[in-house]
């Protein structure tokens, strides 16, 4: 059960981490200057 849930944990995070980055990719070819890059 712990296993289980540590598996999903890790899977969550290393998606949530990916999201992230090809969000701030995606954010700085935008070049609207909200983030300061």
């Known amino acids: 059960m712990v ?3 540590l ?3 890790g899977w969550a995070s290393l998606a949530a981490m990916f999201s ?3 969000a ?3 954010w700085g ?3 609207d ?5």
């Open 24 to 26: 701030m990719v995606v």
């Open 7 to 9: 598996f999903t944990l």
């Open 20 to 22: 992230f980055s090809i």
């Open 29 to 31: 070819r935008n070049g």
């Open 3 to 5: 296993k289980s849930m």
């Open 33 to 37: 200057g909200t983030l300061n890059f």
